[in-house]
């Protein structure tokens, strides 16, 4: 099994700035097959990248995804007030398909 | 628009059996394989079953198989989870999530809302 471990667990940031969050695999993910969602409390996660850097239908070009191998990184360029929340990314390169635990970014 | 609409979550005793179903439109569904996604209280996300278009194949975590079975029926667009033997840490919100992939691997693309499974004494 694959493990994701995400870094760092909190993100405090204003809006504005530039937030980068790491994902780091315990093996290379194949075909880099590394997805990220976005949850705020109480809400379904959403999609915002798959295959490490394609963007889901609908999500702001101020959010991007980079990586191969056991490195990937999303990256929000300008924080907008809607975008502090829990990030989740997802490898599904190899069965089970699992999640990393997670990154808050929260506002400063 | 795509929208999934679960049920059937619901507080159940160790050692109980629970079934949970998702509704789906907005979407042809018998085109795209599905899947159940669970978070326990304050935790992450953990993938726990999948179906193929068809129904013809399906894919379970560990933890939960010979326990828990996914099914769906085209007709109704209509997606099952069928949990047996439920253990305290079957505890969570269950998300029924469209599924971009196949049998090798995919991401989710759409997620449903999410139903509360709670099994305690």
């Known amino acids: 099994e694959i493990v994701l471990t995400q870094s760092p667990g909190t993100l405090s940031l204003s809006p504005g700035e530039r937030a980068t969050l790491s994902c780091r695999a315990s093996q290379s993910v194949s075909n880099s097959y590394l997805a990220w969602y976005q949850q705020k409390p109480g809400q379904a996660p959403r999609l915002l990248i798959y295959?490490?850097?394609s963007r889901a239908t609908g999500i702001p070009d101020r959010f991007s995804g980079s990586g191969s191998g056991t490195d990937f990184t999303l990256t929000i360029s300008r924080l907008e007030p809607e975008d502090f929340a829990v990030y989740y990314c997802q490898q599904y390169g190899s069965s089970p398909w699992t999640f990393g635990q997670g990154t808050k970014v929260e506002i400063k | 628009e795509v929208q999934l609409v679960e049920s059937g979550g619901d507080l159940v005793q160790p050692g109980g059996s629970l079934r949970l179903s998702c509704a789906a439109s907005?979407?042809?569904?018998?085109?795209?394989?599905m899947s159940w996604v669970r978070q326990a209280p304050g935790k992450g996300l953990e993938w726990v079953a999948s179906v193929k278009e068809d129904g013809s194949e399906k894919y379970y975590v560990d933890s939960v198989k010979g326990r828990f079975t996914i099914s769906r029926d085209n007709a109704q667009n209509s997606l099952y989870l069928q949990m047996n033997s439920l253990r305290a840490e079957d505890t969570a919100v269950y998300y029924c999530?469209?599924?971009?992939?196949?049998?090798?691997?995919?991401?989710?693309?759409?997620w449903g809302q999410g139903t509360l499974v709670t099994v305690s004494s």
């Open positions: 295959g490490a850097s």
């Open positions: 999530a469209r599924f971009r992939g196949w049998h090798l691997g995919g991401y989710f693309d759409y």
């Open positions: 907005g979407f042809t569904f018998s085109t795209y394989w």
